[in-house]
């Protein structure tokens, strides 16, 4: 059974806190997304990465950077977290090519206090 | 902007009907067109799939109806169930500056009642 695992299901974190979100998957998968979701915006595209230490920012990157030191691993960082991030983020992955699925992971819901 | 436009944002429908779920694109690169059924507290999951060269798709009691020149299509469900109530969204791929990228749009959640 293919699996992308988020390391948390829940978090809540402090205002200007460093926050990090990792995910893992067992596809061997070349792509890894993040994606945002919020009522009503549909599942937003944080940032991508096509190959280790290889990524590139998709349509809100803006308060958010990214790490993937190896294949199956990739990791969402919020650099001083803010209430206007509070949301459920979605890690997924995808192998190559334009017709492949993408599997998500199960979500971390994160609220910022 | 939303590159994918999906409508309507929420939709009720009684137990044997067929709701139908509509999304538009303007980009012409898009090669593929899925759409994702995503349950409470679960990821999405791909529900069904097509490229436009083909103008309708089928698995089981999900259609896609695809309209390449007004670069539109629908997911339509066939004597929905219950379980069948959750937010779908439909999506678009392109290979943009060397990369496969997917947009998804707003998502429709559905709810089947008895």
């Known amino acids: 059974d293919v699996k992308v695992t988020q390391s948390s299901r829940y978090l809540v974190k402090r205002t200007g806190e460093k926050v990090f979100l990792e995910c893992v998957q067992d596809?061997?998968?070349?792509?890894m997304f993040w994606y945002r979701q919020d009522p009503g915006l549909g599942l937003r595209l944080i940032y991508f990465?096509?190959?280790?230490?290889?990524?590139e920012k998709g349509d809100i990157p803006e308060g958010y950077s990214v790490s993937r030191e190896k294949k199956e691993r990739f990791s969402l960082i919020l650099e001083s977290a803010s209430t206007n991030q509070t949301s459920m983020y979605l890690c997924?992955?995808?192998?190559?090519?334009?017709?492949?699925?993408?599997?998500f992971g199960q979500g971390t819901r994160l609220t910022v206090v | 902007q939303q590159q994918v436009k999906q409508s309507p944002q929420s939709l009720i429908v009684q137990k044997g009907g067929i709701p139908i779920i509509n999304c538009a694109y303007e980009?012409?690169?898009?090669?593929?067109f899925p759409w994702y059924q995503q349950f409470p507290g679960k990821g999405p999951a791909l529900l069904i799939a097509?490229?436009?060269?083909?103008s309708e798709k089928k698995e089981g009691r999900f259609t896609i109806s695809f309209n390449k020149s007004a670069k539109q299509f629908s997911l339509h469900i066939m004597d929905s169930q219950p379980g069948d109530s959750a937010t779908y969204f439909c999506?678009?791929?392109?290979?943009?500056?060397?990369?496969?990228?997917?947009?998804f749009g707003a998502g429709t959640r559905l709810a089947v009642h008895p």
């Open positions: 997924a992955s995808r192998g190559r090519g334009t017709g492949t699925e993408a599997f």
């Open positions: 596809m061997d998968h070349e792509n």
């Open positions: 990465s096509y190959d280790v230490k290889m990524k």
């Open positions: 980009n012409t690169a898009f090669d593929y």
């Open positions: 097509i490229r436009p060269d083909v």
């Open positions: 999506a678009a791929s392109t290979r943009s500056g060397g990369y496969n990228k997917l947009i």
